[in-house]
């Protein structure tokens, strides 16, 4: 997908909830890099120029491998186009941190949120939770799943589709997480090949599959499932008792940025309460203390997180992507 420019409406009143520590500077233009959905993008965008007219965020959005290799081709060119990346997931962006690669913004407005979801160093900052799960069609006549367990079943037989981690940053994270698990592992992913499970490309294509009816079940991020959910397909989610995935769409300023005042206004908007609600709007789980997840969510009280180490992760996603493609395709 080409670059685009997202220009908001004219000028607007100062929103509260935004961050007032804001730097003189911050104007003209950044170029924001970033695998968020090209809808919600507009609305990010739009909110964020009510409260700074005068920036202007060019933004380049597809997935995250995509993205990634972009940014790496222009890194290797000596010709990094963003100022502002935001993607999936915190093991990658840890990786362009080790590479000296990212800004340090030691002034970030992190107040509320917990030191888990960002750098230390502050390099990097989580902007909101989103979980992989289960999403299974409600009108196709199949048992409601509980667990991973349930798509090696037999009503699951052929009717399972998931991102390829060769497109989707959330599925590389997914896959890796999965198969660091003791219970799952790869035999887990050698069960669902054998069971007729399929992949697609992104979280996208199984959403399209599943809410179309030509599966019955598939591996996706949350709020795709509740917002297809909500606007009328018959789709539900479920959040499996082992546990889900989690990636927090860490967002940085590279080292290279031609314009990092107006880089650190969109950190600092992105970790204001207004930027928190608006996520939870779009069916993200916030972040930010005091920020209710969205009403129609179940309650996530029980929910279980399944842990993988970053460095260990990061360290096999090659392998994991050629593990990956030789059990369900792709190049």
Do not use: C
């Amino acid at each position: 997908m080409s670059k685009f420019t997202f220009l908001a409406a004219g000028a607007a009143a100062v929103l509260a909830g935004l961050s007032a520590a804001v730097p003189a500077a911050a104007e003209g233009k950044i170029v924001l890099y970033t695998s968020q959905p090209n809808d919600q993008m507009v609305e990010v965008v739009g909110l964020f120029n009510q409260k700074h007219p005068d920036i202007e965020v060019e933004v380049y959005r597809d997935g995250t491998t995509k993205v990634l290799n972009k940014l790496r081709a222009e890194i290797a060119a000596g010709d990094p186009k963003p100022d502002v990346l935001m993607i999936a997931d915190s093991v990658t962006m840890n990786a362009f941190k080790t590479e000296g690669l990212l800004m340090a913004y030691p002034e970030a407005p992190v107040a509320g949120f917990d030191p888990a979801q960002y750098d230390a160093d502050m390099t990097w900052f989580g902007t909101k939770l989103i979980t992989t799960g289960i999403i299974w069609n409600t009108a196709a006549g199949v048992p409601a799943p509980t667990s991973w367990t349930d798509l090696l079943a037999e009503p699951a037989q052929g009717q399972v589709i998931m991102p390829s981690p060769l497109y989707s940053g959330a599925a590389v994270i997914h896959v890796g997480t999965v198969t660091a698990q003791p219970d799952l592992g790869w035999g887990y992913y050698e069960h669902l090949a054998d069971n007729g499970a399929v992949a697609g490309t992104g979280n996208g294509s199984v959403l399209k599959a599943v809410a179309g009816g030509e599966k019955a079940y598939g591996i996706v991020i949350d709020y795709m499932a509740f917002n297809a959910k909500r606007d009328g397909s018959p789709v539900d989610f479920v959040f499996p008792a082992e546990g889900v995935s989690a990636i927090n769409q860490p967002v940085a300023i590279l080292k290279t940025a031609d314009n990092p005042e107006a880089a650190k206004a969109f950190i600092d908007f992105q970790l204001s309460r207004a930027a928190q609600e608006q996520a939870v709007a779009q069916s993200y789980i916030p972040l930010m203390d005091g920020v209710a997840p969205p009403a129609d969510y179940p309650d996530l009280s029980g929910m279980t997180v399944m842990q993988a180490d970053p460095a260990d992760l990061h360290s096999r996603i090659d392998r994991l992507k050629r593990t990956f493609a030789d059990l369900f395709g792709g190049a």
